[in-house]
């Protein structure tokens, strides 16, 4: 099964108002990323946080991590229709080897 | 900026052909790396190199093989297409060698349709 679960799996919300997905893990990591897909596109790092780090903020990007509860959450503050986008969590093992991916949640910005 | 592209955006091949997708990066990276995308299972690693000449598999190598005979170049090859093959492929690749972990820049996509 994924390393990396997300939720919801579909996200509806107006312009303006906050985004939360929060993705769940299984095993031990080194770190856990954040990509943004557009329809039909490839995937966008949008950012990294490391398995000692609790928070961290990227613009409007706020991303938390609580290696007790195996968990992360991403928060996109007055969201915009351009936020439209599927949003993946990706997880590292223990080792650092390559990154599995969750099934992402799909967020739509209303205008 | 980082560059990953793919050789073709949209494919259409029939049963028992032999496919073969092109990736490309001009970063100089040391991983490369291909997904399958499909709806409800998320992306899934087919194989990944560390290194020129080097493979690994993924979690769903069955059916499909890679090379790298060039460090900018990771070729996946779908040796006899079956209908099953028909997915969403994306090739990745990153920075530092080894098994550490990093972030992956990603082509646009191949869109692989087998009838």
């Known amino acids: 099964s994924q390393q990396g679960e997300e939720d919801p799996q579909a996200l509806s919300i107006q312009e303006g108002e906050n985004a939360t997905m929060n993705c769940s893990y299984k095993?031990?990591?080194?770190?856990l990323q954040w990509y943004r897909q557009n329809s039909g596109r490839g995937l966008v790092h949008l950012i990294l946080?490391?398995?000692?780090?609790r928070e961290k903020h990227s613009g409007r990007l706020r991303v938390t991590l609580d290696t007790s509860k195996k968990s992360s959450s991403l928060l996109i503050t007055a969201s915009r229709a351009a936020d439209t986008a599927s949003y993946f969590c990706?997880?590292?093992?223990?080792?650092?080897?390559?990154?599995?991916f969750g099934e992402g949640t799909q967020l739509t910005v209303n205008p | 900026d980082v560059k990953v592209t793919q050789s073709s955006r949209y494919l259409v091949k029939r049963t028992g052909e032999k496919v073969f997708l092109e990736c490309v990066q001009d970063?100089?990276?040391?991983?490369m790396f291909w997904y399958r995308q499909d709806p409800g299972l998320g992306l899934r690693l087919i194989y990944f190199?560390?290194?020129?000449?080097?493979?690994e598999k993924g979690d769903i190598p069955e059916g499909y093989s890679v090379s790298r005979e060039k460090k900018e170049r990771f070729s996946l090859i779908l040796e006899s297409a079956s209908t099953n093959q028909t997915s969403m492929y994306l090739c990745?690749?990153?920075?530092?060698?080894?098994?550490?972990?990093?972030?992956?820049?990603f082509g646009p996509g191949t869109r692989l349709t087998v009838l």
């Open positions: 946080i490391r398995s000692n780090e």
């Open positions: 970063m100089d990276h040391e991983n």
């Open positions: 990745a690749s990153s920075f530092y060698p080894g098994p550490h972990s990093n972030e992956q820049f």
């Open positions: 190199s560390y290194d020129v000449k080097m493979k």
């Open positions: 095993t031990s990591i080194n770190n």
């Open positions: 990706a997880t590292d093992g223990a080792s650092g080897s390559r990154l599995t």
